[in-house]
């Protein structure tokens, strides 16, 4: 079955375009499912509706691939997904986004983008592991506070990392971890972010 995923990033742009080209593409509009947010931050309800819908054998196709993923790792997390799944995508103004006929031209497209995903964690790590050595060298006290063992240092750091960057909701940021959302929160708070909590949406 074809599904298809529509988004504007505000309540005052319109759906139209997006929606005219996936009725183009033969999907039936009760199966598409579209969302309005104003934040890359903010829960995309009707992207989760869909992802928890779709079965073996659909396939999900966007107008443009922004239009379903945030980042590059987004991206490669949903390719993940929907590979795991046996769900096929399109991306119709991108053709070389295409798993519904597999080609080693769209393979290494996909593959190039989990590369560069992966680069991306990289440098967020690095990043990380050049603030500890920084903080060390002035004489900041690194160990693990009471409740926080020293394994978990590094995810706290990460947790900091990710919630700065602003590109993952709280509970991306907790699945990449493998860690719950009091314990999201605990780590920012030990990392000096409890007065910034507010302004930033799970």
């Known amino acids: 079955m074809l599904f298809g995923y529509a988004r504007v990033s505000t309540a005052e742009q319109n759906l139209d375009l997006q929606l005219d080209a996936l009725l183009k593409e033969g999907i039936e509009q009760k199966n598409i499912y579209t969302d309005k947010v104003s934040s890359a931050k903010e829960e995309r309800v009707s992207l989760s509706k869909l992802l928890n819908f779709v079965r073996e054998g659909d396939t999900i196709i966007v107008w443009k691939l922004d239009r379903l993923a945030r980042s590059l790792i987004h991206f490669t997390k949903l390719m993940t997904e929907f590979d795991e ?118």
């Open 85 to 202: 799944k046996g769900v096929k995508f399109k991306s119709i103004t991108e053709p070389f986004i295409d798993t519904t006929e597999r080609s080693s031209h769209s393979e290494f497209i996909i593959n190039l983008f989990a590369s560069l995903a992966q680069l991306e964690r990289d440098i967020i790590i690095e990043r990380t592991k050049a603030g500890m050595a920084s903080a060390k060298r002035r004489g900041q006290i690194l160990g693990a506070p009471k409740g926080i063992s020293k394994k978990n240092q590094q995810k706290a750091i990460l947790c900091e990392e990710y919630f700065k960057d602003g590109k993952l909701t709280v509970t991306e940021i907790c699945e990449r971890l493998d860690i719950s959302r009091a314990t999201y929160y605990k780590y920012l708070r030990y990392r000096g972010l409890a007065g910034k909590l507010r302004p930033y949406k799970s």
